[in-house]
């Protein structure tokens, strides 16, 4: 029998058997693992011994079937933006997070904090396999990326980049009512230093330039900014030399999408140790999109059932955005 179908009946009868209660956590494997694990999560462990003996069509095989991987229906009438930092997965947290990402339906996602490790791999290949356009550049000394994904409503890759840590940006062409719009990835540094600095100007030199507002009649931007607005409740001062960066978007005038619709409001996309909030994430759009733009929110969800430590963020749009022939391909596809 090919190991796709082993893996992908094993599978279901794993799944099957922690639904209704049984315990399925026996040596050998129960020897290696935490038995405070949760049975559910003991069959993650189970599916990651064998994922790297099978085909990416076996794994797609097996996560067709998964109960849990039902899709929500499609709403040919939204295009929905995801934006969320990853936390670099495992293998077996991947798997939790593709899970959820297919329940969930996104038409644009950008996954920051990644490298080419076993888990981003896994996420790549699978969203690759359902239809999405991956721009995924390879960091340099270990560093951090971007997984830009794009499906239904993406053109091309523009030849286009900074000129620092170019690897932590990544773009994308779509349509938007026959018009390109550009659409952005960005993972900025975490560390407060001159390579910060320097990536926030470089950064600032690209958002600058006169050339791209000639190409393109719009852009997106999503991504963890490392950085908080000037206003932000509680105050920390460590981050005062940083909030330029926050300042540049408005400069140049882009809308941060989730303060247009929330102006109040006090949410919070990671949390440090002590329990202190900070707003990280982030997604801004030029003002000839947000009269398009539904919602623009943050989804706990993510965060509180551990698949990674930031909680993700979801932009809506009006499809009344994209043009007719971008529609029919949504229904198409």
């Given at each position: 029998?090919?190991?796709e179908v ?7 009868i ?6 209704r ?7 050998p494997f129960s020897?290696r693992i ?8 003991i069959?993650?462990?189970w ?7 099978v085909s ?14 039902k899709q ?5 009438e939204?295009?929905r ?8 997965p495992?293998l077996?947290?991947?798997t939790k997070?593709?899970v ?18 076993e888990?981003a791999?896994?996420?790549?290949d699978r969203l ?6 991956i721009i995924?550049?390879k ?8 997984i830009?994904?794009?499906?239904r ?13 170019p690897?932590?940006?990544s ?11 550009l ?6 540094p975490?560390?407060?230093t001159e ?8 950064f ?8 791209w507002?000639?190409r ?8 963890d900014?490392?950085?908080?607005e000037?206003n ?7 981050y005062?030399g ?5 300042n540049v978007?408005?400069k140049h005038?882009l ?8 102006p109040e409001?006090r949410?919070?996309s ?12 982030h ?5 000839n999109?947000?009269?398009s ?36 391909r949504?229904?198409?596809?």
């Amino acid at each position: 029998m090919e190991p796709e179908v082993v893996f992908s009946a094993v599978g279901n009868i794993l799944w099957l058997l922690t639904d209704r209660g049984c315990d399925i956590s026996c040596p050998p494997f129960s020897e290696r693992i935490d038995l405070s694990l949760r049975n559910k999560e003991i069959t993650f462990f189970w599916i990651t011994v064998v994922m790297n003996n099978v085909s990416l069509s076996g794994r797609q095989k097996f996560l067709d079937e998964l109960p849990d991987s039902k899709q929500k229906s499609i709403d040919v009438e939204t295009i929905r933006c995801l934006n969320w930092n990853i936390r670099n997965p495992s293998l077996q947290r991947a798997t939790k997070q593709m899970v959820w990402l297919e329940k969930n339906r996104f038409d644009i996602i950008a996954l920051t904090e990644v490298r080419p490790s076993e888990g981003a791999v896994y996420i790549r290949d699978r969203l690759m396999s359902q239809g999405y356009t991956i721009i995924f550049a390879k960091p340099e000394n270990e560093d951090y990326s971007v997984i830009l994904a794009v499906r239904r409503l993406f053109e091309a890759v523009p030849k286009i980049c900074i000129d620092f840590l170019p690897y932590r940006v990544s773009f994308a062409t779509c349509h938007f009512s026959g018009e390109a719009v550009l659409v952005t990835g960005i993972y900025a540094p975490v560390w407060k230093t001159e390579k910060k600095r320097k990536f926030v100007e470089a950064f600032e030199r690209f958002i600058e330039r006169k050339d791209w507002r000639k190409r393109f009649s719009g852009w997106i931007i999503l991504g963890d900014l490392n950085v908080l607005e000037p206003n932000h409740i509680p105050h920390y001062s460590v981050y005062e030399g940083w909030e330029n960066f926050y300042n540049v978007f408005i400069k140049h005038g882009l809308v941060d999408a989730f303060r247009f619709f929330h102006p109040e409001e006090r949410e919070y996309s990671w949390f440090g140790r002590k329990g202190n909030g900070y707003r990280f994430d982030h997604i801004f759009i030029s003002e000839n999109i947000l009269s398009s733009v539904k919602k623009c929110y943050y989804i706990h969800e993510v965060r509180l059932k551990k698949l990674s430590d930031h909680s993700a963020m979801c932009l809506e749009i009006e499809s009344s955005a994209s043009s007719e022939s971008d529609m029919d391909r949504i229904k198409l596809s």
